[in-house]
């Protein structure tokens, strides 16, 4: 089945590391980028980046730019998304999505089913 | 490029009825890289149309995109109650790479 699974819910402090994961199966890993989204409680949907696996090749949302880090090990089929600092800003739903391009098309055709990141003292 | 609008912000209906959201995008969307998806109360988004008005796999045929340059529609010919959801318009460009839209919540009347 073509899926991608997302790590479980995570309840941090502010100031703590996190790292989250999304593992792919049933397709070709590393070659499709994979993007990750952010939905804060009640909001609406915000494109944070991308990496593509085959090479580890980053895109950022400049408003996310040094703030989090995207990452990729084709070995296991598993991209990350993670924080060095987190703050309470930081709690929401994030979720991974594989994105299928072309010369006249590109979208997010496949979901995880989101990490809840929940940070607060 | 780069910013997206979507109106309304809440449509009102009833199952059976006819639904039609508006996307407009700040300048024109090259090649009509104008994305649909849904998304339902604790579920992840679903794509629906991509390329302004091409169905992904599996969506029925009463979901139907339409549009080009700055403004596009999703119509729903006839609702089901399936389909009481948000609605997300998302353009991609070539700078800004993705954008979605604020959304258009269709609640039952």
């Known amino acids: 089945e073509v899926q991608l699974v997302q790590s479980g819910v995570e309840v941090k402090k502010p100031g703590e590391s996190l790292k989250i994961s999304c593992q792919a199966s049933?397709?070709?890993?590393?070659?499709?980028?994979i993007g990750w989204v952010r939905q804060m409680p009640g909001k609406g949907l915000e494109w944070m980046g991308i990496?593509?696996?085959?090479?580890?090749?980053?895109r950022y949302n400049p408003s996310f730019q040094g703030q989090v880090t995207l990452s990729a090990d084709k070995s296991i089929s598993t991209a990350y998304l993670q924080w060095d600092t987190l703050k309470a800003s930081d709690s929401a739903m994030y979720y991974c999505a594989r994105r299928n391009t072309g010369s006249s098309w590109d979208y997010f055709d496949l979901w995880g089913q989101g990490t809840l990141v929940t940070v607060s003292s | 490029e780069g910013v997206v609008t979507q109106s309304p912000g809440t449509l009102s209906l009833s199952p059976g009825e006819r639904a039609t959201l508006s996307c407009r995008a700040s300048?024109?969307?090259?090649?009509?890289?104008l994305n649909w998806y849904q998304q339902k109360r604790g579920q992840a988004p679903r794509l629906l149309i991509y390329?302004?008005?091409k169905r992904a796999t599996g969506v029925p045929d009463r979901f139907s995109g339409s549009g080009s340059g700055t403004d596009f529609t999703l119509t729903i010919s006839r609702l089901e109650p399936e389909d009481f959801a948000v609605y997300y318009c998302?353009?991609?460009?070539?700078?800004?790479?993705?954008?979605f839209g604020p959304g258009t919540k269709v609640e039952i009347k």
């Open positions: 990496v593509y696996p085959g090479d580890s090749q980053t």
């Open positions: 390329g302004a008005y």
């Open positions: 300048q024109s969307v090259g090649d009509n890289f």
């Open positions: 049933g397709y070709t890993f590393s070659t499709y980028w």
């Open positions: 998302q353009q991609f460009g070539r700078s800004s790479l993705f954008t």
